[in-house]
């Protein structure tokens, strides 16, 4: 036979489009449009109802940017349809709001209610339709709330635009009303279009060489033949009886097993606010719940409780109806955490928070505990995950993001994932690479291709459904998925929950291979830095948190006031939500991190009220004389006072200040720092064994500005080649002596360059090894990357990063490929460099990028190069992303050990509040230092029992006793819900409390009951 198989190809094709996809609707008719502009921000269906709608037609302009157009349609659904009853069809109005030929969920959408206010679905691209139950002669009336909102990433040119802010997006019209009339859909047209567009797909992905491929091409042209393409509505009969055999045909025994989770990414926000994510899960939600009246098979999974939360406030009737499908077991609640955060940058306290907010929504509104974790986007994955997952009661972890890696591809697609304990979770990688597939034919061709697996196991999850901006699964990815459930040549696919799959992958597959360490994500390094402000309004409300619960608590037992329950679960949520992978992580319009940094603030100055009212009942409780005493809020002593109490400060050493050359020696008994004229960090010794820290000739405290110019992703990525065109900002405007008291020494440098100035205050106290360096940045840069660099003389092969409750060891070299991709990473309080005895120590309180590296000196000795990113100008998607005046404090410490610089990452975090007033002692002790305290707080039960969180810091089994400040009746470990889980780690019990031992790193969660006999009398909280 010839080969003219490319010839019917095109045939095919042209007759699809030409003849098959302009019969899906057998005859329209037009209805009469009245609309009403929002004059602002959306308003509910009840008053948009009421208000005066104008007539509006078709081609007519609507919508400013961000604004909200009501439109009211009504009209008949012409009574001479009834000639059409006889055939299969289905009544519809067909509305196209302008819309782009992008991506759904990033351009106009419209939420359709009846005529009394019930929401039907939503009208977007490639789902535009809205199912009528009216007969022939019957009228329509609806109402489409729609938003013009506008396409920000546009073709994803990464062009500076205005659009991201209602200040400065204008109010000129931005869509052009196309469409919004009543139609009959030709059910047989639609299933011939799926029969061909599901074969075609399907053969496009087959080797040429098969029968199967020729099989189907010969089919497909054969339904050419004989169906009519002037009547393609009454021989579309015909063409699908040719295809049925093709379409009957089982699958290989053999074929990958495919399970697909009907989902929507709804980006909780990024390139549209918040306010606008509530409305586009209404949307997405009530696309999902028709779908389900239609097809009881499909399930469909979503994450993030305070999507949910969001539609129980401000769609209590969706919400019931969502929780009628929940309970059926078909809108399945996956991930369990507030929102699919950033994992790198949220303490270990906010993730634990993440799982215990997001899983107590989910036990409370549908009694389900969802056990995997559902985060197929965030930019990477903490190695402290594994027991965080664990220690929450949850048993399997899902991502596809790092399949985005620029370098090294992932080994595996399903394997147990080890984080820094030795905690395992069972983890799946969908091989499908994306999380908003339509079952195309080359998707899931794909997802059998790339998985890693074969062989050993044979199932992948395949997410379905338009996402990032949402829309979700609509009919067509329903149809696909009924014809690929068992077809020769593909895949075969069954909708099901993620349980089901995680259930059945771990079935069959006993011995999964192991990924030890963090799943560093090759790309998005900028995320670490970018949107300044954002993260420094995170690091300050999980410490403003962390203090906020201590003092409330401890005042719970000595003073008897109340524990503010509900004020601490709303400031909790603001920072969780914050911590969502597009906020945190700096990625999203202006819009949202003008409203982050105000939640910030807010937060801020509830917590700090909350704060100081614990601390004066604390410090009013005892009758002593009043004297100075401060409150430590961190797990380790700060000047004399001890962890977590309030005690006077003791007297420190004294700090002597000498010039030298120009510059100064800052000098206390511990260490002695020398600033030179230009008010670099040249030495730096460690006075008891006058141990050097800065190499000769070389300096720290040297702020670097390099060009930073990503090829893509302009806030997301930092490109490896930044570091080719830089320059060290080595001249001082001035370096003068501020303050010289008995206790401290501040120098003051001041540098401009270009258009922006930085005033750095440099520090020696009286009590600690350390150089503390407050910089404040009067930014104004664009496309720039500012890094404060510290050249150290330490022979360092690898550094410590802190993480979450615990650090990670990462290679100072770049050996390997996966090495040097780990060009810029992620740290949270501090890094720690150090040879056996001696290190240094980098701590900061609002810094997240680092980049530590290694040279080797001339003459010998290596140098270990360790640069915090402290600050970047990317111009997409906010083109004015981090303007402005910026405040970091960074401190350099002589530390032996990873101890001593956590003890260092606390006190910069955490500073001392002076009050005049009583002492108050902790309420709970670890005397063993690395035992580190991390949350003390009261039970979510509201019983009045006391919850501590610990952790093992120093990376080895520590063994010590933990007492507290009352009279113990009772002491269970639990999990991070608070549900008690066998005892582990404490080995025996006092009166007082108790001796643990904890293995490396090792999280424990103690709940601790106050005897009765003690508590009565002071003891008051709500119920
Ligand atoms: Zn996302």
């Known amino acids: 036979m010839h080969d003219n198989s490319a010839l019917i190809r095109a045939r095919i094709r042209r007759f699809v489009s030409e003849r098959i996809t302009p019969s899906l609707y057998r005859i329209s008719s037009p209805l ?138 204008g109010i000129e019209p931005i869509y052009r009303l196309r469409r919004m009339d009543v139609a009959l859909l030709d059910i047989q047209v639609w299933k011939l279009d799926r029969d061909v567009w599901t074969l075609f797909g399907l053969m496009e992905q087959l080797s040429p060489d098969l029968p199967r491929t020729a099989e189907i091409l010969r089919a497909l042209e054969k339904m050419t033949d004989h169906m009519d393409p002037e009547d393609v509505s009454g021989t579309a009969s015909r063409g699908r009886a040719l295809l049925a055999p093709l379409l009957a045909q089982p699958a290989y025994a053999s074929a990958h097993r495919v399970i697909a989770v009907g989902h929507a990414h709804i980006d909780s926000a990024w390139l549209w606010p918040v306010r606008e994510t509530i409305r586009k899960c209404a949307r997405t939600f009530s696309n999902v719940l028709h779908l389900m009246d239609e097809d009881p098979d499909f399930i469909f999974a979503c994450s993030s409780a305070q999507q949910y939360s969001w539609m129980k406030q401000h769609y209590p009737e969706l919400f019931e109806r969502i929780r009628t499908r929940a309970l059926e077991g078909r809108f399945v609640p996956v991930g369990g955490m507030w929102v699919e955060s950033d994992t790198n940058m949220p303490s270990g306290e906010s993730l634990a928070r993440q799982l215990l907010a997001g899983k107590a929504f989910f036990m409370q509104e549908f009694g389900i505990e969802p056990l995997e974790i559902w985060l197929p986007d965030s930019f990477g994955y903490t190695a402290a995950f594994p027991q965080i997952v664990t220690a929450a009661g949850s048993k399997y972890f899902l991502t596809q993001k790092i399949s985005w890696n620029e370098t090294n591809t992932m080994p595996h697609h399903t394997f147990s994932w080890e984080g820094i304990d030795g905690t395992q979770v069972f983890t799946h990688f969908p091989p499908v690479d994306t999380y908003n597939s339509q079952l195309s034919g080359e998707e899931l061709a794909r997802a059998q291709r790339q998985y890693s697996e074969k062989g050993a196991s044979n199932v992948s999850l395949v997410p379905f459904g338009f996402g990032d901006g949402g829309g979700g699964p609509n009919r067509e990815m329903l149809a696909a998925a009924e014809r690929t459930r068992s077809l020769e040549g593909s895949p075969t696919v069954r909708m099901a929950s993620p349980r089901a799959f995680f259930e059945e992958a771990e079935a069959t597959y006993a011995n999964p291979p192991v990924w030890s360490g963090e799943l560093y994500l090759e790309f998005h390094r900028g995320t670490y830095t970018s949107q300044s402000r954002t993260k420094s309004g995170n690091r300050r409300s999980e410490h403003l948190l962390r203090e906020a619960e201590l003092w409330a608590s401890t005042a719970y037992f000595y003073a008897g006031t109340d524990y503010p329950y509900e004020r601490l679960a709303a400031a909790w949520q603001v920072v969780l939500l914050n911590q969502f992978h597009d906020i945190l992580p700096g990625s999203s319009i202006a819009w949202v991190h003008q409203v982050a940094e105000a939640a910030y603030e807010t937060v801020r100055i509830d917590l700090e009220d909350l704060i100081a009212t614990s601390v004066a009942a604390l410090a009013s409780s005892a009758q002593t004389d009043a004297t100075p005493v401060s409150f430590n809020a961190s797990p380790f002593p700060v000047a004399g006072v001890p962890a977590l109490s309030a005690a006077p400060r003791i007297p420190t050493g004294a700090v002597r200040l000498h010039q030298a050359d120009g510059g100064f020696v800052l000098e206390n008994d511990v260490v002695r720092a020398s600033i030179d004229a230009r008010g670099l960090l040249i030495s730096l010794v460690d006075r008891v064994s006058g141990r050097e820290a800065v190499p000769a000739g070389q300096a720290g405290n040297v702020l670097q500005l390099f060009r930073d110019t990503p090829t893509q992703w302009d806030a997301w990525d930092i490109d490896e080649h930044y570091d080719r065109n830089g320059v060290e900002l080595l001249e001082a405007e001035e370096v003068k002596v501020l303050v010289q008291s008995a206790g401290l020494v501040t120098v003051r440098v001041t540098r401009r360059f270009r258009g922006s100035s930085v005033q750095q205050d440099l520090t020696v106290l009286g009590d600690q090894p350390s150089l503390d360096i407050v910089t404040t940045v009067d930014w104004h840069e664009r496309q720039k990357l500012l890094k404060l660099a510290f050249a150290l003389d330490v022979h360092a092969d690898r550094a410590a990063s802190e993480i979450q409750f615990g650090h ?38 609002s810094t997240y990028g680092h980049d530590i590296s290694r040279a080797t000196r001339v003459g010998g000795g290596t140098t270990t190069i360790v640069r915090e990113s402290l600050l970047r100008a990317p111009t997409f998607p906010d083109p004015d992303a981090d303007q402005g005046v910026h405040t970091l404090r960074t401190s350099i410490s002589l530390t032996p050990d990873v101890l001593g610089a956590a003890a260092q990452g606390y006190r910069i975090n955490l500073p001392l509040r002076d009050v005049v007033g009583a002492a108050v002692t902790p309420v709970v002790v670890s005397e063993c230092p690395s035992i580190v305290v991390e949350a003390v707080k009261l039970a979510e039960d509201r019983s009045g029992d006391l919850i501590v969180r610990l952790y093992e810091a120093s990376g080895s089994r520590s063994t010590g006793t933990v007492s507290f400040g009352f009279t113990v009746s009772e002491i269970v470990e639990t999990d991070l819900l608070e549900r008690t889980v066998a005892p582990v780690a404490v080995q025996s019990r006092t009166d007082a409390g108790g001796q643990l031992v904890l293995r490396a790193f090792q999280i424990i969660t103690l709940r601790v009951a106050r005897s009765a006999a003690e508590g009565e009398g002071s003891l008051r909280h709500h119920s």
């Open 32 to 169: 009469t449009i009245s609309a009403w502009e929002v004059p602002d921000e959306p308003v509910p269906f009840s008053e948009a109802q009421g208000q005066d709608f104008t007539p509006f037609s078709i081609g007519q302009h609507w919508g400013k940017p961000w604004g909200t157009t009501w439109f009211h349609i009504t009209g008949l659904v012409p009574s001479d349809w009834s000639r059409f009853h006889d055939l299969h069809t289905r009544t519809e109005v067909i509305v196209d709001l302008g819309f782009l030929s992008g991506q759904a969920g990033f351009q106009a959408e419209g939420l359709v209610f009846t005529a009394q206010g019930q929401i039907v679905k939503a009208v977007e691209p490639f789902n535009n339709y809205v199912p009528l139950i009216a007969q022939p002669g019957e009228s329509v009336d609806i109402y489409i709330e729609a938003a013009s909102n506008p396409d920000v990433g546009s073709d994803w040119g990464f062009q500076p635009t205005l659009m991201g802010d209602k200040a400065t997006a």
């Open 808 to 845: 990670i060891y990462r290679p100072t070299h770049v050996n390997t490929s996966w090495d040097a991709a780990r060009f810029e990473t992620c740290a949270h309080r501090w890094v720690f460099v150090g040879e056996p005895g001696f290190g240094i120590a980098i701590a900061n309180n």
